[in-house]
C-alpha cells in the first residue's frame, strides 16, 4: 500500500523530534507531535488543535517520561522505534484498507494510535510490550482528549471527504 507525502513525512519528523530531543527511541508520542506538525493546516492537524493536542504539548509530555536519552549530540540517524511506533505503522494501512482507502494518510496514522488493539500489543515472538507502549494514547488523555473522541472525529472528517469526493467526481462526469 502506498503512503501519501505527507504520512512519510509524519514519520520522518516524528524520527527529527525524537533526535532533537536526544531519544534513544522514535515512540508513537513522537508520531502524534509529528501529525500535528506536518498537518497543522490540514484537516487531521485541524482536529488536533480543535482538541488541545499540539505538537509542542505532546513533546513535553515525553519529556516527563523516563524514556532513555543519548547524551551525544552527534546521534546518528539510526534510532530504533519502540513497539507502540512499529504497531502503529503496521496498523495505519489496515485502516485504509479497511476504509477501501488506497493510500495511508495522516489520518489512518491517527486512527491507528487509537486503535484498541493498541492495548493488547501481542507482537512478534520476543517482541515484549514496555511501559510506553500506548504512550500516544495516554498523552491524549493528558491532554483533556480521549481516543475514542479522536477516532469518531477522524472517522467523520473521512466520511466528509468522501462525500465531497464523490460530488466532485459526478460533477466532473456530468459535464
Known amino acids: 500500500m502506498f503512503w501519501s507525502e505527507t504520512a512519510q513525512k509524519a514519520m520522518y519528523i516524528a524520527k527529527f523530534f525524537a533526535k532533537r530531543s536526544q531519544y534513544t527511541t522514535v515512540n508513537s508520542g513522537h508520531v502524534l507531535a509529528a501529525l500535528h506538525n506536518v498537518d497543522y493546516v490540514g484537516l487531521f492537524g485541524g482536529l488536533l488543535d480543535e482538541l488541545g493536542i499540539y505538537a509542542k504539548k505532546v513533546l513535553e509530555n515525553i519529556d516527563q517520561t523516563n524514556f532513555p536519552k543519548n547524551c551525544n549530540v552527534d546521534q546518528s540517524w539510526d534510532l530504533s522505534w519502540t513497539l507502540g511506533a512499529v504497531q502503529v505503522t503496521k496498523i495505519a494501512p489496515q ?18 494510535i487509537c486503535d484498541s488493539r493498541m ?13 510506553h507502549t500506548l504512550l500516544a494514547a495516554e498523552i491524549i488523555g493528558q491532554l483533556g482528549a480521549s481516543t475514542y473522541k ?13 462525500k465531497i469526493l464523490k460530488k466532485v467526481n459526478s460533477c466532473i462526469l456530468d459535464l
Open 95 to 112: 485502516k485504509a484498507a479497511m476504509l477501501n482507502h488506497p493510500t495511508v494518510s495522516t489520518g489512518h496514522l491517527l486512527l491507528a
Open 119 to 131: 492495548a493488547d500489543l501481542q507482537g512478534v515472538p520476543g517482541d515484549v510490550p514496555d511501559e
Open 150 to 162: 479522536v477516532e469518531k472525529q477522524t472517522l467523520k472528517i473521512f466520511d466528509i471527504k468522501g
